[in-house]
């Protein structure tokens, strides 16, 4: 059986309980496999990128064989571009933030259904095709995450972690990334050095026991945007990357570059 996520944002958890480890979060309309049902809590596959997790069974919504063939049909090329944005139910005018990398089915001219609901929003927040990856495109696009706190599992305005923030970053390009920095640099195809680097390539990181522990994107070949602490831009060279911080040098030994197309 499928579900449904009409939530801003759902936690998926390691565990079944309020206290286990946040593995990542689910956006509105995003669809689930359900695997295992307890009273309270529901074991779920995310269909986007096969993570696996337990989330609050209320926060996610069955659907009829119908109802997912109908979701399985539907185009969703329309994705939220910026950081937040509100959409206003047609039914009862209540409103719903929508976080970036939210897909928008049967998107147009500002406005979208789901399941027979339609919805408006600002036309603005949205990109209805793939965005062009480009200095230029990608700069922009990424200004408005700047300064976007660290938070483990987390892929929203108010939280991400490192491979969350690529992914959703990749989304709006029409890049389909998996949610985990380990699994990223699986995907696509070794550049090798950053001399032969482009802009939008994935860098990669090690632990110190060796590895793949953190994920950056590429502005050019001197600047990386990630998110440590915060989303920031810092310089990267062959070595890694060099902290903007007084007298603490280099953070993350690069490991590897990744282009995803």
Avoid at 112 to 128: K, N, Y
Wanted: proline share 4%.
């Amino acid at each position: 059986m499928q579900a449904i996520v009409l939530h801003s944002v759902v936690p998926v958890r390691q565990e079944a309980s309020e206290g286990s480890e946040q593995l990542t979060q689910l956006l509105f309309a995003q669809v689930v496999t359900i695997l295992e049902e307890q009273p309270r809590w529901t074991r779920v596959c995310l269909d986007e990128d096969g993570q696996i997790g337990w989330v609050d069974r209320k926060m996610i919504i069955p659907m009829s064989d119908t109802e997912a063939q109908q979701m399985a049909k539907v185009a969703q090329q329309a994705i939220v571009r910026m950081p937040m944005a509100y959409a206003v139910s047609e039914n009862n005018g209540q409103t719903i933030p929508l976080t970036a990398g939210t897909h928008l089915p049967n998107y147009q001219d500002g406005r979208f259904d789901i399941l027979g609901v339609s919805f408006r929003i600002d036309p603005q927040m949205v990109a209805e095709q793939p965005l062009t990856m480009n200095a230029s495109t990608l700069m922009e696009t990424v200004r408005f995450f700047l300064n976007i706190p660290y938070l483990w599992g987390g892929k929203n305005a108010l939280g991400m972690d490192c491979s969350g923030f690529t992914q959703v970053i990749c989304s709006l390009f029409g890049r389909s990334l998996r949610r985990n920095a380990s699994e990223q640099a699986q995907q696509g195809h070794e550049v090798s050095g950053l001399s032969h680097a482009q802009v939008g390539d994935l860098v990669f990181f090690d632990h110190e026991d060796g590895r793949i522990s953190h994920v950056g994107i590429l502005l050019d070949g001197e600047r990386v945007i990630h998110c440590s602490g915060r989303v920031k831009v810092e310089k990267i060279d062959q070595k890694g990357i060099f902290s903007n911080e007084p007298n603490v040098g280099y953070t993350h030994h690069l490991v590897a570059i990744r282009r995803v197309d």
